[in-house]
C-alpha cells in the first residue's frame, strides 16, 4: 500500500503566518512532499483561505494539527477552561472545513508537558470527563465530515494518555466517524512494548499517523524498524497520509515545548529531504514484485 508523504511546518517555523505558510509550501511541494500539516496555535495566526488557494496551487493535501499549550485543557480543569479549550477545537474544525482537510489531530486531553500521579479511580474519572468534554466537539466534527485524531504522547509529555490501549479506553465509546487516532512513531517508541502490535490494535480507528526518527530527527537515520511498521500499517487498513513531524531548534518557545536541544540534521531541509527520500525508497522497494 502506497501512502502520500507530508510535512509539518514545524519542521522550520512556528508559529505559522501567512508569508511562511506559502514559502513553506512551495518549498514542500518543491522536495516532493504530498501533503502538508498546518499548525493552528492560536486562532488568526494565518488565513485558511489564502492557505486553501497555496495549496491547491501547489497540490498539497492539507492536515490540520491542533497544539495544547499551557491553559487548554478538557480535564481536571476550571469549567472556563474547558470550553475555551472546546472552542478552540471546533475553531480547529472549521479552518479544517475551509482549506479542504479531513482530519485535525492533536493531543486533545491536556496541555502538553501536564503531568500529575493519578490512581487508577482518578484516571477512570478524568478519562469520564475527557468523554464528556469531547462529545459536542465530536459532533460537531462529524457534521463537517473532519476526523478529529486523538494523539497520545510519551510519559514526559503527558500523564493521561501514553499508550494506544490507554486511548482506546478512554475514548472507546466516542471512537467511530468523526473521532479516531492520532500515531506518533516517536511516542510509540517510547511508550509500546511493540509497535507493530500497537498499531494493530488501534486497527480501524487511525486517523492519522506522524512520522519521525527515533530522536524526532530524520526517518530512516534511526533504529526504528520502518519496513515492519508500514507493514503494520497495512495490517491494520490504515491508508492516509505519513506525516513528518519534528522540530526546529531555533525557535525559543518550540524548542523548549519539544525539548530539542541539539540539532537534530545539518539542516531542517536536510532532515525532510531525508526522510522524504527514505520513505519514497522503502515505498518504491515493497511495489517491487
Known sequence: MRRTIGVNTWVWTSPLDDASLAALAAKAARMGFGAIELPVESAGDWSPERARDVLAEHGL???VVGAMGPGRNLVAAPASEVVATQNYLVHCIGVAEAIGATVVAGPFYAAT???WRMSDADRAEHYAELRAALTPVVHRAERGGISLAVEPLNR???SLVNTVDQALDALGPLLGRGLGLALDSYHLNIEEKDIGDAIRAAG???AHVQVCGN??????DDHIDWPAFLDALDDAG???????ESFTGE???IAVAASVWRPLAITQDAL????LSYLTALQDDRERP
Do not use: F, K, Q, W
Open 156 to 158: 514526559y509529555e503527558t
Open 113 to 115: 508537558g501536564r503531568t
Open 238 to 244: 490504515y491508508t492516509g497520509p505519513l506525516g513528518l
Open 204 to 206: 480501524p480507528h487511525i
Open 251 to 253: 525557535n525559543a518557545t
Open 272 to 275: 525532510a529531504a531525508d526522510s
Open 61 to 63: 493535501a492539507p492536515i
Open 215 to 220: 530522536d524526532r530527527g530524520a526517518v530512516g
